[in-house]
């Protein structure tokens, strides 16, 4: 069905172009339809790396910049096939989009932006003050355009040609953004930590929206030199870097957004081009005010309008599951024996300044155990987590995991290699469902490339099914079937934890990080942590657990760790935890009457957490 | 070893100018986690506002030509004050428009206004002052002065001492009153200001003003020694914002030390290869950024988890 309506889209979209070069020949609507085609190609890339992945770039007439001087100069001076050249510029263009993507890894936000902006200036200074090879302003002329047998396009043609690019464009990012591609990029944009904890390489995806990005503006770029024959520094301005911000910004986040915003920007430049002094001031006020009055752009408006007319309609694309038939296994997890060192961690030290976390902790974690890690606020429990995980990196010390050494590795490929963990403050993807959330996490077990997803290859669908399925199997199982297409932020706090957690089990962890997965909840939903932290250790995944509510602790753990100013000063099984003086000193202080800590170990603690939790 | 000394000397001037910029956008940023994107382009409207005061007070039109003897130090004084308040009354304009309804959204909303805002104000000065560059002499005089054989604009040493003065008066602020231990707090943490009966919301607003101001009164300073044009703004900017991450955005100090370090490494490189100062200011920070992202004298910031 949906094929089918796919299939009728497509023919529509293609009949469109079509016609669209025939209806007139009038030169300057031609030109007009060209150049939404090449605006719309530019942003269609742009979409990805600003609306989906969240990285705003003030640049990207740099990269067209790239593109359109390819082309020039493999064609005038090389005397390349401008086919081939204008492949080249997309090639070129990646590998800048590389290069600007290098600065990503250490700053986001603001800083990443003027960064961009710095980038678009270099460029810009290069091609105007280089004389000798860009030819400044006075420009490169002769660009060879592209030509069917030795007849260059008309006017008609390079609609057609455009046309035919901004659609590839559409369909293959449109299924990219739709799998696990889509929801990588999505949740790099929600919280990079997150990502990272389930497998999904920050740096990786954010290079990756770059490089995609920088291949449509810089075919972009290269289309204007071929077809105007001409190309110089005088197109290459910080003004152009804002249109296209804007195209994507004002289009709004959908694959349809940049489509919408190429239109109707490019028709209105082409419109107030009589005006020159009012055209950019246009672009000022639609920057300062368009984001106000329209915060999700003109796609999230019309979608808006549109749902308003069908109510109830679906929007995430997937409809009615059959609950699966078998309940979920992981994929990894081996029902290894019992007993067997999982992780071991020597002489961790971490320190910020004079406050000292974590100083000389080593642990042993042993297959099938349920480990839990206590001990007043501020111990460093939280901080060995994150060591653990590699969210942090320790000052010294080593750490040992299924026989390797993961002391340095970056947090996805810890994730990936089986330690899954779940964070104090929630950090769920809160605009996608419920269901995507556990699909994300399901995201290093997909093995489908970049190409099949591109493409939407067999073996990318077959994957998606098969992650449906899965996913579906883990929500079963933590009793969140019904929830699985609502909004993650739409749950009520107590399943929003249990949704972080599904999404931990989705990556098919050998050991399961819990950061005091009570904390909030209700005396039930207590009931049912505990519940479905034994369903856990049934399926033969090792836990560590850090948690202040001492009936938890002691109901399920098979070993207990005590830290307390940063140190171990205790560790064994919960009775022997129970009744050891030093623990008892730290949380209670010295001077007690040991004869009735048994009982005020449980309860005073609780208090403690939750008197400077609340 | 004169050029080498003549360098210094500008290369100090230019540090001047960048650290009130670099300033500007510290004290915003550090107040709100925000700044003005479009400073370039109230710079510009600082310099071309205090030119256009210098003329008036003169008897001519705001695009008539300037004679030599016309800007005096009284009527070049009341240029800089006339840019300060007048910037100072956008940057409050530019937080109610384009900061206040985006604090605290996720995206970077407030990028795209405060660019929307600098977009608005050069098409407006560009109906006002047209595109050419506008000439102003230095109140101080023309004449080179010699110091060890070097050659130095009399503009340049003003400009140093005048931003000297003004770094040096805003720290003693924000060390000393009431007003600056204000600013700090809120600088550390917005809600325990608020709890600690701290007027947050005028402190912001003056934070802006500050800002902006600033930078009018960076714009008036620059005009003599290069000229006064609508486009004059993004690159002084941008280097500024380059200064402000090299010393450390959050640390007022270190982006003073990070503008003179700029400005003396645009002037030195300026006289090896004039093409690759840009360039090669760029890639500094861009090293700056991978090795010491906080700045030299910033603070890592750590992410609770």
Redesign the interface.
């Known amino acids: 069905m949906s094929q089918l309506k796919k299939l009728i889209q497509i023919s529509l979209a293609i009949i469109a172009i079509t016609l669209l070069p025939l209806s007139t020949d009038n030169g300057f609507y031609l030109k007009i339809f060209f150049m939404i085609g090449v605006n719309y190609l530019a942003a269609s890339g742009l979409n990805v790396l600003v609306n989906y992945t969240g990285q705003k770039s003030l640049g990207h007439a740099g990269l067209f910049a790239v593109g359109a001087y390819t082309v020039a100069l493999l064609t005038t001076r090389l005397s390349w096939n401008p086919w081939l050249a204008f492949l080249a510029s997309g090639v070129v263009a990646a590998a800048f989009g590389l290069i600007i993507a290098l600065p990503a890894l250490r700053v986001r936000g603001p800083a990443l932006a003027m960064v961009t902006i710095a980038f678009g200036i270099v460029v810009e200074k290069i091609v105007s003050e280089w004389q000798d090879v860009f030819a400044g302003q006075q420009g490169i002329y002769g660009v060879v355009p592209l030509s069917i047998g030795n007849m260059p396009f008309n006017a008609q043609q390079w609609v057609w040609f455009v046309g035919g690019l901004g659609l590839i464009a559409h369909l293959t990012l449109g299924s990219l953004l739709k799998g696990k591609y889509g929801r990588a990029f999505a949740a790099v944009n929600a919280s990079e930590l997150a990502a990272e904890s389930v497998g999904i390489s920050v740096y990786g995806f954010k290079v990756l929206a770059f490089i995609i990005s920088a291949v449509t503006c810089g075919f972009s770029g290269a289309l204007i030199a071929q077809q105007n024959q001409y190309i110089s520094s005088d197109f290459i301005t910080f003004s152009l870097s804002i249109f296209f911000l804007l195209i994507v910004l004002f289009g709004g986040k959908s694959t349809y957004g940049p489509l919408l915003g190429a239109i109707v920007l490019t028709l209105l430049d082409a419109f107030l081009a009589r005006w020159p002094e009012w055209q950019h001031f246009t672009y000022g006020a639609l920057l300062l005010f368009g984001l106000y009055i329209m915060p999700n752009g003109l796609s999230g408006l019309v979608s808006g309008i549109a749902k308003k007319l069908k109510l109830g309609s679906n929007q995430s694309g997937v409809t009615n599951y059959d609950a699966p038939s078998q309940a979920w296994r992981g994929d990894t997890i081996d029902q290894q024996t019992k007993n067997e060192t999982l992780l071991s961690a020597q002489d961790l030290c971490k320190a910020y300044g004079g406050v000292v976390p974590t100083h000389h902790v080593s642990l042993e974690l042993k297959t099938g155990h349920i480990h839990s890690l206590i001990g007043p606020n501020g111990a460093g429990k939280t901080t060995l987590l994150n060591i653990l995980s590699g969210i942090v990196k320790p000052d010294q010390g080593n750490i040992v995991f299924l026989n390797t050494a993961i002391t340095k590795w970056p947090a996805h490929k810890i994730s990936n290699l089986g330690l899954a963990r779940t964070f104090q403050n929630l950090r769920l993807f809160t605009d996608m469902s419920v269901l995507d959330n556990v699909k994300t996490g399901l995201h290093a077990r997909m093995k489908s490339g970049l190409w099949a997803n591109l493409l939407s290859l067999p073996n990318s669908k077959r994957q998606e099914q098969e992650a449906n399925v899965k996913a579906q199997q883990i929500l079963v199982l933590m009793g969140l079937a019904d929830r699985a297409l609502d909004l993650a932020a739409s749950l009520p706090y107590g399943m929003q934890r249990r949704v972080e957690i599904a999404r931990a089990l989705a990556t098919s962890p050998q050991l399961l990080l819990l950061d005091e997965p009570a904390a909030g909840l209700n005396p039930q939903e207590t009931h049912e942590l505990i519940d479905i932290i034994v369903a856990i250790k049934k399926l033969g995944i090792t836990v560590l657990l850090i948690e202040h509510h001492m009936d938890i602790v002691m109901a399920v753990s098979d070993h207990v760790i005590v830290l307390d100013y940063g140190q171990k000063i205790a560790e064994g099984r919960p009775e022997e935890i129970r009744n050891n003086t030093r623990v008892i000193t730290a949380y209670l202080g010295e001077d007690d009457n040991a004869a009735d800590s048994n009982d005020t170990i449980s309860h005073g603690s609780a208090d403690l957490a939750g008197g400077t939790h609340a | 070893m004169v050029a080498l000394l003549q360098a210094v000397f500008s290369g100090l001037a230019l540090g001047g100018i960048y650290g009130l910029v670099a300033l500007g956008f510290s004290i915003t940023h550090s107040t709100t986690k ?2 003005n ?1 479009g400073q370039g382009e109230f710079l510009a409207a600082g310099a071309l506002i205090g030119v256009s005061v210098v003329l008036m007070m003169s008897g001519h039109p705001i695009t008539a030509a300037l004679n030599p003897g016309d800007v005096t130090p009284l009527r070049y004084g009341i240029a800089v004050i006339v840019s300060f308040a007048v910037l100072g009354l956008f940057g409050a304009i530019l937080y109610f ?2 900061v206040r ?2 604090i605290g959204l996720s ?3 407030w ?3 405060t ?6 104000i ?3 000065a ?2 006002l002052w047209g595109p050419t560059p506008i000439v102003m002499g230095s109140p101080v005089g023309n004449d080179v002065i010699r110091i060890a054989g070097a050659g130095i604009l009399p503009q340049e040493i003003l400009v140093l001492f005048a931003s000297i003065i003004t770094m040096v008066l805003l720290d003693i602020v924000m060390r000393k009153t009431r007003f600056g231990k204000a600013v700090r707090a809120v600088a550390h943490s917005r809600n325990a200001a608020i709890l600690m009966g701290i007027n947050v919301p005028a402190i912001v607003v003056i934070a802006f003003v500050m800002s902006s101001g600033l930078a009018g009164m960076a714009g008036i300073l620059v005009v003599p020694i290069t000229t006064a044009s609508v486009f004059m703004g ?2 002084i900017a ?1 280097k500024a ?2 200064a402000a ?1 090299l010393g450390g ?1 959050n640390n007022p100090r270190g982006c003073i030390l990070g503008a003179f370090l700029l400005g003396l490494m645009e002037a030195l490189i300026g006289l090896w290869h004039a ?1 690759l100062r ?2 090669s200011i ?1 890639l500094v ?2 090293l700056v ?2 090795f010491k ?1 906080e700045g030299l004298l910033g603070q890592r910031q ?4």
């Open positions: 925000t700044f994107f428009t384009a309804p985006f995206g970077l909303a990028v795209m206004s660019i929307g805002f600098g977009i608005i050069q098409n407006t560009l109906a993004l690159s941008l914002f380059s991450i955005l093409e840009e360039i760029f920070i861009i950024l991978v992202p750590v992410e609770k988890v």
